[in-house]
């Protein structure tokens, strides 16, 4: 039996009631590593960047194999960029070649410009018109149950190309499953991590680093899923959120 694991973390209490977002994981792992696994998420929750939690949630499932669905991990790309607006004009052509219109690609970047604080989760955009399609203001679509098949060679496979952060580790992994649906165009994301300032586009294609995407310093990150117009929105989000999925290959 497999069991999903998930933490999240805040400062100034409960996500729900108002504290701010410090840090989230997400793992699929055999009993046998669980503790192991949420001792480490609890550290990162106490010693992160963002700050210290006073608020942490583990939540443990069970997942039945004949359940689970495998995915394709994305070839790796890396684009050396060296300020914001090489970044975002690099972001910007990589999203046309995804099919998403100028309109949508303006109007999501406003979207994550104009954010005070940091969402958990991501916004559904329409890939042509720009409306933002998802009602769950600063929540967002919470991407979960998801992680690599093969961890060994899965991280083998990074340190080749010289990519040990954490963050590309499990974005790679998150990118995989939000492209994987039909109906998703394309992924565009920069983290809330204040030292972090790489970013990424996903499409059908690849997974996109784009080297400087925010200010160094910056607490506000965040994500937009473009979308098919016709996209069934509720089912986008039933899968990205309960959807369990284990990604395969080396991209």
Not at 87 to 104: F, P
């Amino acid at each position: 039996m497999l069991y999903s694991i998930k933490m999240r973390a805040a400062q100034g209490g409960d996500h729900k009631l108002g504290g701010q977002h410090i840090s989230g994981a997400e793992r699929i792992l055999a009993e046998e590593n669980l503790k192991k696994m949420a001792e480490a998420m609890i550290e990162r929750a106490l010693l992160h960047s963002r700050g210290k939690a006073d608020f942490i949630n583990l939540k443990i499932e069970a997942i039945r194999p004949q359940d689970i669905e495998r995915i394709k991990l994305l070839p790796i790309f890396t684009h050396e960029v060296d300020t914001i607006q090489e970044g975002r004009k690099s972001a910007i052509q990589i999203l046309k070649e995804s099919g998403v219109s100028t309109q949508a690609i303006l109007a999501g970047l406003h979207l994550l410009e104009e954010l005070k604080t940091s969402m958990r989760g991501a916004m559904i955009v329409d890939a042509v018109s720009g409306k933002r399609l998802d009602q769950l203001t600063m929540r967002g679509v919470r991407v979960s149950k998801m992680d690599m098949d093969d961890e060994e060679d899965f991280l083998l496979w990074l340190n080749r190309q010289n990519l040990t952060d954490v963050h590309v580790r499990e974005a790679v992994v998150l990118a995989a499953k939000v492209v994987a649906h039909q109906d998703v165009t394309a992924e565009l994301c920069w983290s809330d991590d204040p030292e972090y300032v790489t970013g990424y586009v996903a499409n059908k294609t690849g997974y996109h680093r784009i080297t400087k995407l925010k200010e160094y310093g910056s607490f506000i990150g965040g994500r937009i899923f473009f979308v098919k117009p016709d996209a069934a929105i509720e089912e986008v989000i039933d899968y990205l959120q309960n959807q369990p999925v284990l990604a395969v290959g080396r991209g």
